[in-house]
């Protein structure tokens, strides 16, 4: 008895060495390549599948690395990049990072390049089209982790109850569609400009319209493209065509609305074809291109990224070594699959290729506008978005545009 | 010799030094408070008011010495004035209604009546759970589509149909104000209850002798003794009104713009949304300000310390 209590004592003793040596103040053993390095990772919850999908990474990684550790934090969209923000002001940084934008980190040099935290072999994997998002003044600072694209979602009863025979394809038919539904007493479109992704829905009408939000030396926001497109989201909202109050109207509640079949067309994502599935499995819908002014394609695409603050440089190899492993097939493919989103490296393409759900989605990808994630000033661009878009409702499109320009432009 | 004669600085130099020696006696027992205090309060506060007067980019890091600059900045916001009347709002109206009710529910609760233990302990209840709970309650129950109060309001013919409380200014402002008042009662209701039972039961009667109605009573006798607890009750209420974010960060948090914001919730969106630490932390500092400022001229003019 007694000396299983010694026993345990000392295994305490001996974690609690572990633990305090392997933590960001033991600089001392890190240094060394045989002592322990714990790399600190920040990612954000994509969905409730994202804790265990990272953690079923880092263990395989763990066992395949001796003397590194992970250390994951997963923080919600909405925290994320103030809980960095406060990391970094720290000296905290975590060494990687996934996250929207970059350039801002970029260009106050407090990022690895790629080349130096992943190998030439993961760095020749990505798809061009991605990989030159993720350059700022000419270096790749970032890893494409996964791109989404944005399609029409309709409910098939609705249209047919309302007599519409075909998803719309211009802004008028989408119109016209919305007003037959809505002349059955449920709202024909769901347009959520509240804080949640107002960016996102603007973006979608403004690409519609051959408009977007600039590149990454400029951020055009108060443009006549972009007014228009504006000024038609508008025309739906006093047509009475929308939910009620769009304005304050968060995307993620606004869908779970339109799964219990009360809104006729909303916008939304590859995961909601999984969500339907599990919440409301006999929901009658369709998934059809995003209408534009025009009718030429055009749609919102997203690309999230990892990339690796540069802290302490002994731990430049740890951090190599897990990007190596983690864009492997085997992890990448199951990562992305089970996330519902799309790859962005060549042999994720091939593998997820015969992926129906995904193949609408795959098809828009090359007709998508992203966001100028490159431009420093893309952060405050989106937050002013996220807290000014929503006043559409009850203001002039064009003084909406003009005070989120003028956010952009103080920023740059 | 003079062993008897002490000259009397010597007699003060032992005084000090016996108190610097107790002080050492005593470090053991307020060291934790000292570094507690230093921890949670100073510290933070300090580097709150430090971290206005820089300049922070974006992505966190300490640029530069700015001065006052972010506090001109943040005076000229456009956004203020009506950022500020909100606040004037929030704060007055949900002290207020909280106090009377309160008085109200107390005056209930001192007397006797069966079942008053089960009564009292019921009135804690909102202040046990925790307030974001008791407001995302409120919150959903008041969601146009499936807010469960909405449908009682359409079921029983006030409302035609769902109205979103929550995505209005004026309506989610003052769901807040309800919300606010709810969780504040059970503390007031509680320190005025205290006051109320240390009333003597001999003043009562001396003012049931001299012929007082209950209502000369409860003005003139009862209300001048419950003194000190309202001064407590509603200095307390006050700070925390003021200060508080979840409440209103639900309740109000989906509305674009700021028509809706208090100072609270103001600070919250330009960290989160426009990430500026330093200009949030200049708006803190203002809060702050404000606070102090509320306090002292409360303390001057209701002298809640004097005793009468």
């Known amino acids: 008895m007694k000396s299983t209590t010694r026993t345990t004592m000392m295994a305490m003793a001996a974690i609690g060495t572990l633990a305090v040596s392997s933590c960001g103040f033991g600089g001392d053993t890190s240094a060394g390549s045989e002592g322990d390095t714990t790399i600190d990772m920040l990612v954000p919850s994509y969905s409730d599948d994202t804790r265990a999908l990272w953690e079923g990474v880092i263990e395989d990684f763990e066992a395949a690395n001796e003397g590194v550790t992970v250390d994951l934090q997963i923080e919600s969209w909405e925290n994320l990049e103030s809980v960095l923000q406060t990391k970094i002001q720290a000296g905290e940084a975590p060494e990687i990072y996934n996250g929207g934008a970059f350039s801002a980190f970029a260009s106050e040099g407090l990022l690895y390049p790629a080349e130096d935290v992943a190998s030439a072999d993961t760095l020749d994997d990505f798809q061009e089209s991605f990989a030159v998002n993720e350059s700022f003044e000419g270096t790749q600072y970032a890893l494409p982790l996964l791109a989404s694209a944005r399609a029409l979602f309709y409910n098939q009863d609705l249209f047919d109850a309302a007599g519409v025979e075909a998803p719309p394809t211009t802004w008028e038919e989408m119109h016209d569609a919305a007003e037959k539904i809505t002349a059955t007493g449920t709202p024909g479109y769901g347009m959520p400009l509240g804080s949640e992704e107002a960016q996102g829905e603007a973006l979608i009408w403004f690409a519609g319209n051959g408009g977007g939000f600039g590149d990454e030396s400029t951020i055009t926001v108060d443009t006549p493209e972009n007014l228009e497109a504006a000024e038609f989201m508008k025309q739906m909202i006093t047509d009475g065509l929308t939910q009620p109050d769009p304005g304050a109207t968060q995307r993620t509640p606004m869908l779970n609305v339109f799964l219990q079949g009360r809104i006729g067309m909303v916008y939304a994502l590859p995961q909601t074809v999984g969500q339907i599935e599990e919440a409301n499995p006999d929901l009658n819908y369709g998934i059809a291109n995003v209408p534009t002014n025009t009718g030429e394609p055009a749609t919102l695409g997203v690309a999230d990224r990892l990339m690796a603050f540069r802290n302490d440089e002994s731990k430049q190899e740890a951090i190599t070594s897990f990007m190596d492993f983690f864009f492997a097939d085997d992890q990448y493919v199951d990562w992305v699959q089970t996330e519902g989103f799309l790859p962005t490296t060549k042999s994720g393409a091939e593998a997820m290729a015969s992926d129906e759900t995904l193949q609408p989605f795959l098809e828009m990808l090359p007709a998508a506008e992203f966001y100028p994630t490159s431009n420093p000033a893309w952060n405050a661009t989106d937050g002013a978005f996220k807290s000014l878009m929503g006043l559409l409702e009850t203001q002039d499109p064009a003084s909406v545009l003009e005070q989120i320009q003028a956010r952009a432009d103080a920023a740059s | ?308």
């Open chain 2, 1 to 308: 010799m003079s062993t008897f004669e002490q000259p009397p600085i010597t007699r003060i130099r032992r005084a000090r030094v016996r108190n610097r020696e107790s002080f050492v006696a005593a470090l053991p027992w307020i060291g934790p408070v000292l570094i507690l205090i230093f921890g949670v309060v100073v510290f933070p506060a300090a580097y709150m008011i430090y971290n206005s007067t820089r300049r922070i980019s974006q992505a966190g890091t300490n640029i530069e010495g700015v001065g006052f600059a972010n506090f001109s900045r943040v005076l000229a916001d456009p956004n203020l004035p009506r950022i500020l009347l909100n606040t004037v709002v929030w704060v007055t109206v949900v002290v207020t209604l909280t106090v009377i009710l309160s008085l109200a529910l107390a005056s209930f609760l001192n007397k006797p009546f069966p079942g008053r233990t089960l009564v009292r302990m019921a009135v804690v209840v909102p202040w046990a759970a925790s307030v974001v709970m008791t407001t995302t309650v409120f919150y959903y129950g008041l969601d146009r589509d499936y807010g469960i109060m909405n449908t009682f309001l359409v079921d029983i013919g006030i409302l035609d149909s769902p109205y979103g409380f929550t995505k209005n200014v004026t309506a989610a402002l003052g769901a807040a104000i309800v919300v606010g008042i709810f969780v504040s009662i059970p503390f007031t209701t509680y320190t005025l209850l205290a006051g109320l039972q240390a009333v003597p039961a001999d003043i009562l009667e001396a003012a049931k002798m001299d012929g007082a109605g209950r209502v000369r009573t409860y003005f003139l006798v009862i209300l001048p003794q419950l003194r000190s607890a309202l001064a407590v009750a509603v200095l307390i209420n006050v700070i925390n009104v003021f200060n508080n974010l979840p409440i209103l960060r639900i309740m109000t948090g989906s509305i674009p713009g700021y028509d809706a914001d208090t100072l609270m919730t103001y600070i919250f969106k330009v960290l989160q949304f426009d990430r500026r630490l330093d200009l949030a932390s200049a708006l803190s500092v203002l809060n702050f300000a404000i606070v102090i400022v509320i306090v002292a001229a409360y303390v001057k003019i209701v002298k809640p310390m004097k005793e009468d």
